[in-house]
T-cell receptor
Framework: DADVTQTPRNRITKTGKRIMLECSQT?????MYWYRQDPGLGLRLIYY???????NKGEISDGYSVSRQAQAKFSLSLESAIPNQTALYFC????????????FGNGTRLTVT | GQQLNQSPQSMFIQEGEDVSMNCTSS?????WLWYKQEPGEGPVLLIA?????ELTSNGRLTAQFGITRKDSFLNISASIPSDVGIYFC???????????FGKGTTLSVSS
């Protein structure tokens, strides 16, 4: 979905480095999410934010932090990257109401060596 | 935490065959969604279900929200090569929480 843009699309980094993945959206949605995809494990929720002042941990938040700089921007940081954080990362957005479906970006493929 | 069990993990079928996949949970969910992911892209919503017993179609796709609210299935009729991808179920078990995803069903279609 071109309305949800993730940068970079691919990144290779070394163990111990700090790295930030960025997500911006033009859909005007209040809610934003970061998921991680690993083969055979599906999509697992890292963090989510229901508005600019709201941050919530997902099921696998350890080793990650997030910042909701504005309604349209939600960034994910790895303070000290480790190899098992190698994965495909997806940002998603949704409207404010609970049953609103998610709209995903095209993902960031992160490799930690 | 809440978990969704999606099966089968993968399917290899011939073009023209019908496909069925399902998702179950140990808890009651109040929303079921089905997504498809193609290589290099993020998941795209196929069908959304909001009421127990609801049966919804989208072209050749049909999905149902189980009456126990603990399961959902997705059927694809007369499969074609462009149906190839990973299909995910997703559910929300409580208002105010984020969606939980199944592990996906990888579909391969040979012509």
């Amino acid at each position: 979905d071109a309305d949800v843009t993730q940068t970079p699309r691919n990144r290779i980094t070394k163990t111990g480095k700090r790295i930030m993945l960025e997500c911006s959206q033009t859909k005007g949605h209040d809610r934003m999410y970061w998921y991680r995809q690993d083969p055979g494990l599906g999509l697992r929720l890292i963090y989510y934010s229901f508005d600019v002042k709201d941050i919530n941990k997902g099921e696998i938040s350890d080793g990650y932090s997030v910042s909701r700089q504005a309604q349209a921007k939600f960034s994910l940081s790895l303070e000290s990257a480790i190899p098992n954080q190698t994965a495909l990362y997806f940002c998603a957005t949704s409207e404010q109401w609970d049953n609103s479906p998610l709209h995903f970006g095209n993902g960031t493929r992160l490799t930690v060596t | 935490g809440q978990q969704l069990n999606q099966s089968p993990q993968s399917m290899f079928i011939q073009e023209g065959e019908d496909v069925s996949m399902n998702c179950t949970s140990s808890s009651i969910f109040n929303t079921w969604l089905w997504y498809k992911q193609e290589p290099g892209e993020g998941p795209v919503l196929l069908i959304a279900l909001y009421k127990a017993g609801e049966l919804t179609s989208n072209g050749r796709l049909t999905a149902q929200f189980g009456i126990t609210r603990k399961d959902s299935f997705l059927n694809i009729s007369a499969s074609i090569p462009s149906d190839v991808g990973i299909y995910f179920c997703a559910g929300r078990w409580q208002a105010g929480t984020a969606l939980i995803f199944g592990k996906g069903t990888t579909l391969s279609v040979s012509s």
